[in-house]
T-cell receptor
Framework: DGGITQSPKYLFRKEGQNVTLSCEQN?????MYWYRQDPGQGLRLIYY???????QKGDIAEGYSVSREKKESFPLTVTSAQKNPTAFYLC???????????FGQGTRLTVV | GESVGLHLPTLSVQEGDNSIINCAYS??????FIWYKQESGKGPQFIID?????DKRQGQRVTVLLNKTVKHLSLQIAATQPGDSAVYFC?????????????FGQGTILTVHP
C-alpha cells in the first residue's frame, strides 16, 4: 500500500542526546514536511523540502536538523539544542502545490 | 508568542445532528484550504479541500464554505455520527511558492453523543 511510514511510534530520549526520527514515503511525492504538535495545540512547521538535496526552515526550526538525500526519505534529528523536545512529531508529503498533504501516524518523543 | 496549556474550542452534538466547525484564517494571499480530522494518537486525515476561486464544495456528508471577504472557513458535517468525534483542523496554503507551506489553525474538538 502507498503511504507514509514514520518510525518509531514511541521514542525516549535522555537529556543531551540527539535522536533521529524516520520518515519514508512511497507516494512519489516531491515535497515532504515535518510538524510538531504539543498537547491541545495545532501543528507547527519545523522543516520542509520541495526537492531532493534542498530543504527550508519552517517556523520552529531551532534545535532540529534534516536531510533529503533521497526522494523517499526525510529524516528529522532532534538535537540536544532543542530545550523542550517532548512532543508528537508528524511527517507529511504532497505531490504538488495546492494538493493535500498526506500524514504519517506520528512519533511520540519523550525526554526522560 | 507561544501559548502553553491552550484549551481547544469544543463542540458537542447529538448523534444525527448537523455540526458546523468554524475557522478564521490570517493570510489573504492563501489560495488553497484543507480540513483535516485527527483522532487521538494518530496523524491527521484529509477530509475535504477548497480553492480560493470557489466558495463552496461538497463531499460525502461534508461541505466546506469559504468566505474570502472575512477570511472565514467552515466545515459542515451532516448527520453527525459517533465516529466523527475527533479534533478538526483547518489549514491554509499561502500562494506564491512552488509548494506552499500548510499553516494549521488551532483545532476544534468535536464530541458526538449517542
Amino acid at each position: 500500500d502507498g503511504g507514509i511510514t514514520q518510525s518509531p511510534k514511541y521514542l525516549f530520549r535522555k537529556e543531551g542526546q540527539n535522536v533521529t526520527l524516520s520518515c519514508e514515503q512511497n507516494l512519489n511525492h516531491d515535497a515532504m514536511y515535518w510538524y510538531r504538535q504539543d498537547p491541545g495545540q495545532g501543528l507547527r512547521l519545523i522543516y520542509y523540502s520541495q526537492i531532493v538535496n534542498d530543504f527550508q526552515k519552517g517556523d520552529i526550526a531551532e534545535g532540529y536538523s534534516v536531510s533529503r538525500e533521497k526522494k523517499e526519505s526525510f529524516p528529522l534529528t532532534v538535537t540536544s539544542a532543542q530545550k523542550n523536545p517532548t512532543a508528537f512529531y508528524l511527517c507529511a508529503s504532497s505531490a504538488k502545490k495546492n494538493t493535500e498533504a498526506f500524514f504519517g501516524q506520528g512519533t511520540r518523543l519523550t525526554v526522560v | 508568542g507561544e501559548s502553553v496549556g491552550l484549551h481547544l474550542p469544543t463542540l458537542s452534538v447529538q448523534e444525527g445532528d448537523n455540526s458546523i466547525i468554524n475557522c478564521a484564517y490570517s493570510n489573504s494571499a492563501s489560495d488553497y484550504f484543507i480540513w483535516y480530522k485527527q483522532e487521538s494518537g494518530k496523524g491527521p486525515q484529509f477530509i475535504i479541500d477548497i480553492r480560493s476561486n470557489m466558495d463552496k464544495r461538497q463531499g460525502q456528508r461534508v461541505t466546506v464554505l469559504l468566505n474570502k471577504t472575512v477570511k472565514h472557513l467552515s466545515l459542515q458535517i451532516a448527520a453527525t455520527q459517533p465516529g466523527d468525534s475527533a479534533v478538526y483542523f483547518c489549514a491554509e496554503n499561502s500562494g506564491g511558492t512552488s509548494y506552499g507551506k500548510l499553516t494549521f489553525g488551532q483545532g476544534t474538538i468535536l464530541t458526538v453523543h449517542p
